[in-house]
């Protein structure tokens, strides 16, 4: 079976639904067809600033967040990459093979950085993409289920892959991005101009999965929209509206087409009502399946533990070949 790997910031406590429709259910999808490897990546958390018992609470709640989603580890391997020590010492050797202009290059970084202010932004968020690198050839993975935001990050891997390939033999698997067209980019609800997300969405614009239903049914019918009124997907012209058909669609399995053709003649609110709907049926038993997993740390700890072994298992054979094809004298 083909390999797939990504992995989860656990940063913010919830998971939004940009990480959920763009990501993480593909995650659980694929673990049907494909030899699968999910992280909860801590190691890329600490790029920024954390408090260590926050970082360790939401360590375990991204965790549960994606069993409650539907990841099951008797089909998929699912662990904590600081579990898993082989992703920092691949990440050294992959900094050492990426230019300094190449690593300045990464849009997110720039996008991050000017965030914090330069001096502020921390070595490790300037190198992070390196150790996504290190993530991503350590399981010798085919395809990386991910949103759009993520896509030059991949296209890294593939170069330093086929650098290290070209200088020290066939190592490494090229990884291809794997990023579904529909959902691969979910906007902000009250600026449907830019991405969902933690650090840039408004409170009122960013939907975390976790929240009170209620309040989540309020911000989707008070999402931004247009002064048109037809219901119609264009993502030029309508990009509020078409940011809700995806959403509905995605999550209804109602196509766009189809559900231009159930809202013709009907206003925004009519649209807005039922998908304020359909998201409350979704998140209201996913909160639910979460809390039960937080529950039960034990549970949720040995899952991770069993996870962290299977992934040590390919990780440090993947390390040893790299030593050893770089000419790092083997310990006796
Ligand atoms: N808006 C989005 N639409 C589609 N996919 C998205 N992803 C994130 N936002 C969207 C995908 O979610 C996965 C996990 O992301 P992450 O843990 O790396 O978090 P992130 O990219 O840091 O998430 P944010 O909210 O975008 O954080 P900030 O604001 O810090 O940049 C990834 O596959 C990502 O593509």
Known sequence: ?????????????????????????????????????????????????????????????????????????????????SHVPEHAQLGWVMNCLTGFGEASRMTQFKDKAAKQGADRASVGLFTYPILQVADILLYQAHQVPVGEDQRQHIELTRDLAERFNGRYGDTFTIPAPYILKETAKIYDLQDPSIKMSKSASTPKGLINLLDEPKATAKKVKSAVTDTDTVIRYDTENKPGVSNLLTIHSSLTGTSIPELEREYEGKMYGALKTDLAEVMVEFVTPFRDRTQEYLDDPETLDSILAKGAEKARAVAAETLATTYDRLGLLPAK
Do not use: K
């Not at 939004?16 to 890329?44: I, T």
């Not at 926050?54 to 990841?71: D, S, V």
């Open 1 to 81: 079976r083909p390999r797939v790997l990504s992995g989860i910031q656990p940063t913010a406590g919830s998971f939004h639904l940009g990480n959920y429709l763009g990501a993480v259910r593909q995650w659980v999808a694929l673990q049907e067809s494909h030899d699968a490897f999910y992280m909860v990546v801590d190691l890329h958390a600490i790029t920024v600033p954390q408090d260590p018992a926050e970082l360790r609470r939401n360590t375990r709640i991204a965790a549960a967040q994606l069993l409650a989603a539907g990841l099951d580890p008797e089909r998929c391997t699912l662990f904590v990459q």
